[in-house]
């Protein structure tokens, strides 16, 4: 990658992150630094302090990685830049959310992603179908009724749906698929009141 690419990833990550601190001085960053940031070197100072210690940060990120690591960086950068502005601005707030939650929602966030990113990419396809098909309302409920399970309730639920045959598993689903918004809200209504209606 080229350093120029390299510097407007590193705009692009300074964007989304959302901390303040001191100024960090053009010499006190390493060569290596400097040559990732040379795109700044003329206006460094003008920079605020906290993207200036997120830029120095992410130039730091960027020489520990691996070249595998630096390709997924690349292929994120130019995902980002395919995004339109309302879309960017969508991604910059849930991004703030994030940063918002308390550090162990933060881990079940990240522990929930990395658990997405493991599955077969026809799953993961399906799943990103299934919640496009989804009404606002009905995303917002599943997401409410995840935050209100607790780990330990969601782990059984886990535990069962990994216990299903593949036919029991389809079945579930195309059970789903059929609901009509309204079943779905009853059946979702009724397992946050602690009932087992619509699980089976």
Do not use: C, H
């Amino acid at each position: 990658m080229n350093v120029r690419k390299m510097s407007i990833w590193l705009a692009m990550a300074a964007v989304l992150a959302a901390t303040t601190g001191q100024a960090t001085e053009w010499q006190d960053l390493s060569p290596e630094q400097r040559q990732v940031l040379s795109r700044f070197a003329d206006r460094w100072d003008e920079l605020p302090a906290g993207k200036q210690q997120r830029l120095s940060r992410g130039a730091a990120r960027w020489l520990a990685m691996t070249p595998d690591e630096r390709e997924q960086a690349q292929q994120r950068f130019r995902s980002w830049q395919s995004f339109d502005a309302e879309q960017k601005e969508q991604l910059r707030e849930r991004y703030r959310k994030f940063r918002e939650l308390p550090p162990d929602e933060q881990a079940r966030v990240r522990e929930n992603f990395q658990r997405f990113r493991q599955l077969p990419p026809d799953r993961r396809m399906e799943l990103r179908e299934r919640w496009r098909q989804m009404s606002p309302e009905e995303r917002q409920r599943a997401m409410e009724l995840w935050r209100d399970t607790s780990p330990e309730e969601r782990q059984r639920m886990r535990q069962r749906f990994r216990e299903m045959s593949p036919e029991e598993r389809d079945e579930l689903r195309d059970r789903w698929r059929r609901m009509s918004p309204d079943q779905r809200q009853r059946a979702l209504d009724r397992r946050r009141g602690g009932g087992r209606g619509g699980s089976r």
